[in-house]
């Protein structure tokens, strides 16, 4: 069973409290991304994503040197290194979430975005149906003798 440690990223972009709402933008733009979690040295204390910082940001009047805490979702849904693949998958779906955070005791180790769980998923299928075609060539080429 393949867990959702095999396929999570772990260069992870983050921020701390102590970052404001245009320092976050920022690194969005520049690392061409829609969600960062907030750290605490390693501890995951919340996320912001794009639609945060319109919605609870800029929306609200707020100036690019708010802190974090104005914008920040404290409530996270995390999974363990251990979840499996198709556990995590499910879970994302019924809560219509795109990227979800791994934590182990409490600090982030990691982050699982849908894409990865699709494009990792097509890759095994194809790779599944190469190694297939490949094992079939074989045995046939061996009875041709």
Known sequence: MRTIQDIMSTDCVTVSPQDNIYEIAVKMKQNDIGFIPVVE?????????????VIR????????????????????????PDTSVDEAAKLMARQKIRRLPVVSGGELIGVVAIA?????????????????????NVDHAATVH
């Open 116 to 136: 990865d769980l699709a494009v990792r998923e097509i890759f095994v299928n194809e790779a599944g149906e190469a190694l297939s075609e490949i094992s079939e």
């Open 57 to 80: 940001g800029y929306a609200e009047k707020h100036s690019g040197s708010t802190a974090v805490e104005e914008v920040i979702s404290k409530d996270v849904t995390t999974v363990g």
């Open 41 to 53: 040295g390693r501890k995951l204390i919340g996320v912001v994503t794009d639609r945060d910082l």
